[in-house]
C-alpha cells in the first residue's frame, strides 16, 4: 500500500507534477500570438521535451490547453477560461481591497476611502477612518462630483482624451469652491500631470480645507475600475508631505490591483 503521509514520496510526486503543469500553464497564458511549441514550453519550465508532452496531453485531455495541429502549437485551453471566469464572479472589489486600505490608513495616518464610477459620478463604497480627532468623513453610497474630487480625478486621469472629452461635454464641471478647476483645458493639464506622477490631487476642489490623493485601480483590461484615496485637513496634508503620501496611496493601488489580477491602464 502506497503511503500518504506528509513527505512521503508519492505525495512529493505529486507535488511536483502539479508544479510543473501550473508552470507550464502560466507560460502559456503569457505566450504571443497563437501559442507556443512543444519545445519552446519545454525550455521556458526547464523539462525535458517527453515530460513536457506527457503534461500537456495530461491537460489536453481536461481541456486546459489545446493543440493546434496545422500550426503545431499549444495554447490555453476553454477550461483555463471558465476557471478564470469562476474567478471574476467571485471577486469582491470591497472585500479584496479592505485589507489595504487598513494598511494604507495605518501608513499615511488618514482617512481611506474606495469608490468607483456610476452614471458620471463618484460613488464611495467603502471607508476606513483614522483615529485623528479632525478627520474626514464621507457617507457610504454618497455620490460626489469627477472632476473635483480625488477620486474621481484619478478615474478621470485614466481615460483617453475622447472618453475624457465626452464625460466634460455631458456632465459639466460645476464650481464647488473657489479653487474648482472649471476649465477644460486646465483641469485636461492637471489630469496629465495625475497620470505621470500615479496619483490625482483634490486641492480644496471639492470641500474646503480638505485636501485628497487618489490612485486608479485597474482591472485586468486595464480599465479604470474604481480608486482608492486618502483625505485629510490642509493641515495635515502638507506640500511637503503630498509626494510620500502618493507613493503611499499608488502602492495600496497596486497592491489592490495583483488581488484582483489587474494591470496598469495606458
Known amino acids: 500500500m502506497s503511503k500518504t503521509a506528509t513527505g512521503s514520496p508519492e505525495r512529493n510526486s505529486n507535488v511536483q507534477v502539479l508544479g510543473r503543469a501550473i508552470a507550464i500553464l502560466n507560460h502559456l497564458a503569457q505566450a504571443d500570438g497563437g501559442g507556443a511549441s512543444l519545445t519552446e514550453v519545454g525550455n521556458a519550465v526547464g523539462l525535458a521535451a517527453s515530460t513536457t508532452h506527457r503534461l500537456l496531453t495530461s491537460l489536453e485531455s481536461e481541456r486546459y490547453v489545446r493543440f493546434d495541429a496545422e500550426t503545431k502549437l499549444w495554447s490555453v485551453g476553454v477550461q483555463a477560461f471558465i476557471m478564470g471566469n469562476g474567478f471574476l464572479r467571485s471577486r469582491d ?15 499615511s495616518g488618514e482617512t481611506v476611502n ?12 467603502s471607508q476606513v477612518e483614522c483615529r485623528e480627532m479632525m478627520r474626514t468623513f464621507a457617507r457610504l453610497g454618497a455620490r460626489v462630483p469627477m472632476h473635483c474630487s480625488g ?6 486621469s485614466a481615460l483617453d482624451d475622447a472618453a475624457l472629452a465626452r464625460h466634460l461635454d455631458r456632465h459639466g ?10 476649465d477644460a483645458k486646465i483641469l ?19 470641500a474646503v480645507g480638505l485636501r485628497c490623493v487618489a490612485a486608479p485601480i485597474f482591472n485586468e483590461h486595464g480599465d479604470p475600475v474604481g480608486a482608492v484615496s486618502l483625505s485629510g485637513p490642509m493641515a495635515r496634508i502638507t ?12 502602492r495600496a493601488a497596486n497592491r489592490i490591483m495583483a488581488e484582483i489580477g489587474g494591470k496598469q491602464g495606458v
Request: hydrophobic share 50%; net charge negative; aromatic share 2%.
Open 93 to 107: 472589489l470591497v472585500r479584496l481591497a479592505r485589507p489595504h486600505m487598513r494598511v494604507l490608513m495605518e501608513a
Open 114 to 125: 474606495l469608490a468607483i464610477e456610476d452614471q458620471g459620478t463618484a460613488v464611495y463604497l
Open 151 to 156: 477620486v474621481g480625478k484619478a478615474l478621470l
Open 173 to 182: 464641471l460645476a464650481r464647488m469652491t473657489a479653487r474648482t478647476l472649471t
Open 188 to 206: 485636461g493639464a492637471d489630469l496629465a500631470a495625475a497620470r505621470v506622477r500615479g496619483y490625482a490631487i483634490d486641492d480644496e476642489e471639492h
Open 239 to 250: 506640500d511637503v508631505r503630498m509626494p510620500m503620501l502618493g507613493d503611499l496611496v499608488c
